[in-house]
């Protein structure tokens, strides 16, 4: 087996590191080193966290860490920035918090940055998440950035989903309801202290029951709950409703559990398999001069972007 | 000539609708429509309007439109709602607040909803604005929900596009740093009747000032505007800082026009071909019973997503 792979095994945090800047940079060898270490994932358990930006989800992801190191779990934090399309700079700002773990050897952080020319964040975050699990860290912690649907898809294949929201949001709240609703496995109101946070809680609590989760869901009523993570409030509460979804997704000889996983393989094999097919197809084409002269037709107006768009996949598929 | 064309470029309110729809669908005749419209388009000044859920995006833009209508300019409204992944369902909540604009013939509001399965959300709604500009609505605005990478490409195509946000994100701003800040024209603090409105635009400005924008942008420094929407405080600024934008790509031979018409092509028609060739290739997989096999290959473990993806990739390329 490859060394690399071998010290990731033995919970080697270099090995760790490498292997995941592998991924994030979509170097080829990331894929041999994957399918190697692969054999070895499948024991963590893994809460995805996502939210608004400014609902305080760093804190409290870092809280989590706290409460699970008590109890002697060893926790890995995957970190996902989206990049910037121009720049490719990534928000680093309040990973600045979770530095206090940094001399914890229980406790692995890692920021996701960099997209690939065609995407791929959530790819290359579930590929992260493969390397924390078979380094063998007990829980990883996906925290997200953003509302859209690449954090919703990042987050929609963790064991626990949370959603975090803030008190104030007011007839707003319903903004939320994109695709968000659907995936949360618990609702948290972070910064409860603030005006608003019973609203808040009575306007969640409405839109589940209306939407009908536990029916569809088979009995698991998402749970709503108040949290100020700056002061540890409610986070007690946090992760004893994190092992009640475990317990849940686990009872009934593990169905529940399979079916989850068939939707996350059906998504990950569709999202790797897009993702080569672009990039097989697509790769040189904007090194190829082809789009530019294509760009210039436009620009002049000479010609319509969907009469160009069928030429060039004509030409792309005859390749 | 098709006779649905001939009629949206008369302006038939119900022509537009049905184009639109067939978008949104992703009918294959919605194709021919566009090649068959886009030449009459071109014309119209898009700009668009972005922010996290609960900025107050919608009664902005409802202002916005009572300003222009006071000029006798015509205006196109399409409001992108991010589809849910598993019901499909949209937001259509706000939509209700520029209802009072149905009676006007000058004003002509849709909601795009459908997300296609490779996505395709921005693609679908540079087409409606095709359709809106050839319909001869003087101005369209695009207001998108959300601020994730899609919401991202959605606006970063307008002529100007605006960036909302709310005061009092304290340390937070920070988060709208991710790829926000760069496609920002024009950024607007609403709700300025908030307690920290002064903080965040002191900080937005500080931001804008690092970023260096006004240098890349060859002298476009992008203002940060006040606005209380509800009580159509500062909408008058933002009109007059649109119409400066306006100026500024204009000026000088239409040379910036044209450098941001490439980078939009550009990423107009990498957008349609990759949707083009994802559908042709991989239309019919999650039909074909082949991805059930290799999903309970992989939820019995006797393979790993890797191998199954390089699999699947090579199946497909050989057809």
Same mark, same amino acid.
């Not at 690399?4 to 760790?16: F, I, N």
């Not at 809460?47 to 809280?63: E, Q, Y």
């Given at each position: 087996?490859?060394?690399?792979?071998?010290?990731?095994?033995?919970?080697?945090?270099?090995?760790?590191?490498?292997?995941?800047?592998?991924?994030?940079?979509?170097?080829?060898?990331?894929?041999?080193?994957? /399918?190697?270490?692969?054999?070895?994932?499948?024991?963590?358990?893994?809460?995805?966290?996502?939210?608004?930006?400014?609902?305080?989800?760093?804190?409290?992801?870092?809280?989590?860490?706290?409460?699970?190191?008590?109890?002697?779990?060893?926790?890995?934090?995957?970190?996902?920035?989206?990049?910037?399309?121009?720049?490719g700079g990534a928000i680093l700002g309040d990973r600045i918090r979770m530095?206090?773990?940094?001399?914890?050897?229980?406790?692995?952080?890692?920021?996701?940055?960099?997209?690939?020319?065609?995407?791929?964040?959530?790819?290359?975050?579930?590929?992260?998440?493969?390397?924390?699990?078979?380094?063998?860290?007990? +829980?990883?912690?996906?925290?997200?950035?953003?509302?859209?649907?690449?954090?919703?898809?990042? +987050?929609?294949?963790?064991?626990?989903?949370?959603?975090?929201?803030?008190?104030?949001?007011?007839?707003?709240?319903?903004?939320?309801?994109?695709?968000?609703?659907?995936?949360?496995?618990?609702?948290?109101?972070? /910064?409860?202290?603030?005006?608003?946070?019973? @609203?808040?809680?009575?306007?969640?609590?409405?839109?589940?029951?209306?939407e009908g989760r536990h029916l569809r869901d088979e009995g698991w009523r998402?749970?709503?709950?108040?949290?100020?993570?700056?002061?540890?409030?409610?986070?007690?509460?946090?992760?004893?409703?994190?092992?009640?979804?475990?317990?849940?997704?686990?009872?009934?000889?593990?169905?529940?559990?399979? @079916? @989850?996983?068939?939707?996350?393989?059906?998504?990950?094999?569709?999202?790797?398999? /897009?993702?080569?097919?672009?990039?097989?197809?697509?790769?040189?084409?904007?090194?190829?001069?082809?789009?530019?002269?294509?760009?210039?037709?436009?620009?002049?107006?000479?010609?319509?972007?969907?009469?160009?768009?069928?030429?060039?996949?004509?030409?792309?598929?005859?390749?």
């Open positions: 087996m490859n060394d690399l792979v071998r010290r990731l095994l033995d919970g080697d945090v270099r090995a760790a590191a490498r292997i995941i800047r592998a991924i994030d940079d979509r170097q080829p060898e990331a894929r041999d080193l994957l /399918k190697a270490l692969y054999p070895n994932t499948g024991r963590a358990y893994v809460v995805g966290v996502t939210g608004a930006p400014g609902v305080g989800k760093s804190t409290l992801v870092d809280r989590m860490v706290d409460q699970l190191r008590k109890k002697d779990k060893t926790v890995g934090v995957l970190a996902v920035d989206p990049t910037s399309p121009f720049t530095q206090r773990h940094c001399t914890d050897d229980g406790v692995f952080i890692r920021s996701m940055a960099t997209r690939g020319h065609f995407g791929g964040l959530s790819q290359s975050t579930r590929s992260a998440v493969d390397v924390l699990d078979a380094m063998g860290k007990d +829980v990883v912690l996906v925290e997200t950035v953003g509302v859209g649907q690449d954090e919703i898809e990042v +987050v929609a294949t963790a064991h626990t989903t949370i959603i975090t929201v803030v008190p104030g949001m007011g007839d707003d709240i319903q903004a939320i309801k994109a695709g968000i609703l659907e995936v949360g496995d618990l609702f948290v109101i972070n /910064k409860c202290e603030r005006e608003g946070a019973d @609203r808040t809680m009575q306007e969640l609590n409405m839109m589940l029951e209306m998402p749970p709503v709950i108040k949290t100020e993570a700056m002061t540890n409030t409610g986070i007690d509460r946090l992760m004893a409703e994190i092992e009640n979804h475990k317990r849940y997704l686990y009872e009934n000889n593990r169905e529940k559990l399979n @079916r @989850r996983l068939r939707s996350k393989f059906r998504t990950e094999v569709l999202d790797q398999v /897009k993702l080569a097919i672009l990039e097989q197809l697509l790769g040189n084409v904007e090194e190829s001069g082809e789009l530019d002269r294509m760009v210039e037709e436009l620009v002049s107006r000479t010609s319509d972007p969907y009469t160009v768009c069928d030429r060039l996949v004509q030409q792309l598929m005859e390749r």
